[in-house]
T-cell receptor
Framework: QKEVEQNSGPLSVPEGAIASLNCTYS??????FFWYRQYSGKSPELIMS????GDKEDGRFTAQLNKASQYVSLLIRDSQPSDSATYLC????????????FGAGTILRVKS | DTEVTQTPKHLVMGMTNKKSLKCEQH?????MYWYKQKAKKPPELMFV???????INESVPSRFSPECPNSSLLNLHLHALQPEDSALYLC????????????????FGPGTRLTVL
């Protein structure tokens, strides 16, 4: 089992729709969870962090965390073509603290 | 200033060359990181510095040599690299620890695109 798993996609959604990206992780002691967006040829850009169970909203983005199910998700409302990118889920590895482990990433395509 | 800068943006080197990658941040962060990213793969951690001391080395070959001269600067010295070392090299920084013991967000620089011939 991979430490952080994501569906590689591509996930295609029409402009204005909700995009739902999912991630599961294996280390039960992990405390910090992040979503990064990466455009082709660019570096990862942090878009959301979440540390507690429940939802966290920031603009069009909502991160959801369920530690019991070891599940993290990212919802993007009113998806725009500019949201087309690879979304990386990252989880801190409990044993090493500030070591981040990344999922393989989900490619999102928003069609106008 | 919420930016991590990296130089150079692009680097082409031969297998016998010695070169260095540089990273700088002015966010007051005391943890800095080097990652390697191959095409269509996620970033892979190479090194972590906390309070200017090397805290994690992910079994990286000795042809990669990190250095942290001060809390704002991080270097990666390269020597006798192989073509398979060609990749995007990313620097990141973060606070060491946040409230409640959680680990804070890491902010990435733009990266150095390295090609080894």
């Amino acid at each position: 089992q991979k430490e952080v798993e994501q569906n590689s996609g591509p996930l295609s959604v029409p402009e204005g729709a909700i995009a739902s990206l999912n991630c599961t992780y294996s280390d039960r002691v992990s405390q910090s969870f992040f979503w990064y967006r990466q455009y082709s040829g660019k570096s990862p850009e942090l878009i959301m962090s979440i540390y507690s169970n429940g939802d966290k909203e920031d603009g069009r983005f909502t991160a959801q965390l369920n530690k019991a199910s070891q599940y993290v998700s990212l919802l993007i409302r009113d998806s725009q073509p500019s949201d087309s990118a690879t979304y990386l889920c990252a989880v801190n590895k409990g044993e090493y603290g500030n070591k981040l482990v990344f999922g393989a990433g989900t490619i999102l395509r928003v069609k106008s | 200033d919420t930016e991590v800068t990296q130089t150079p943006k692009h680097l082409v080197m031969g297998m016998t060359n010695k070169k260095s990658l540089k990273c700088e941040q002015h966010m007051g962060h005391r943890a800095m990181y080097w990652y390697k990213q191959k095409a269509k793969k996620p970033p892979e951690l190479m090194f972590v510095y906390s309070y200017e001391k090397l805290s994690i080395n992910e079994s990286v070959p000795s042809r990669f040599s990190p250095e942290c001269p001060n809390s704002s600067l991080l270097n990666l010295h390269l020597h006798a690299l192989q073509p398979e070392d060609s990749a995007l090299y990313l620097c990141a920084s973060s606070q060491v620890r946040g409230e409640g013991g959680v680990w804070n967000e890491q902010f990435f620089g733009p990266g150095t695109r390295l090609t080894v011939l």
